[in-house]
């Protein structure tokens, strides 16, 4: 088990690096892994850190889409398992955005159990970023079409983790209340 801890920090390190130029869309411009940790971190939470595949997906959840690493190269250096995962809640940026949204959507309840963990997590944390650093340039309308959208997903992986599913409830609410106050 020791093994695959140190395994995980070495997920994190790789993803510090591979996403070491991207910023968050946010105000703040935080370092994206700063999400990548924060998702992590969910995850290890809502497993009692049973699961540290689960957590090495979770660092690793954008590389593919975000930075153009390949699945064959997560395969070898994490393993089959987490490549899985990762492919798992990986969006085809091949298609257009509303569709990749929609698909989201109604893949959302298909999903196995432990990529509804990720997806959860990483939808928790996209909305505590639009809580503290919303992005500049989004209209009241996007943000709330965001946090519907967010919302939608979320429901179809209910059932996953009542912990995690409350931090997606409250990071929600949070949301909606610091949007529509800074609308105000």
């Keep these: 088990m020791t093994e695959r ?7 994190a390190d790789a993803a510090a690096r591979w996403h070491m130029h991207q910023r968050r ?26 699961d540290p595949n689960l957590v090495i997906a979770a660092l690793l959840h954008d ?12 395969a070898a250096t994490f393993g089959e398992d987490v490549a899985a995962l990762v492919v798992g809640v990986t969006d085809d940026k091949n298609l257009k955005q509303e569709v990749r949204k929609k698909l989201q959507v109604d893949g959302a309840a298909h999903q196995p159990r432990r ?15 639009m809580s503290a650093s919303p992005p500049a340039n989004w209209s009241l309308e996007r943000k709330l079409d965001y946090l519907a959208w967010a919302r939608a997903v979320a429901h179809g992986l209910r059932g996953v983790n009542p912990w995690l599913e409350g931090r997606f409830d409250a990071a929600a609410e949070t949301a909606e209340r610091a949007v529509r106050a800074a609308a105000a």
Excluded at 5 to 11: C, I, N
Excluded at 64 to 70: F, R
């Design 63 to 74: 590389a593919i889409e975000d930075c153009g690493v390949s699945r064959d190269e997560i």
């Design 25 to 50: 869309k946010g105000e703040a411009q935080e370092p994206y892994i700063n999400h990548l940790l924060e998702v992590a971190q969910l995850v290890a939470e809502a497993t009692g850190g049973r």
């Design 115 to 129: 990529a509804k963990l990720l997806k959860l997590a990483d939808k928790t944390s996209n909305l505590r970023s």
């Design 5 to 11: 801890w140190v395994t995980v920090l070495k997920a």
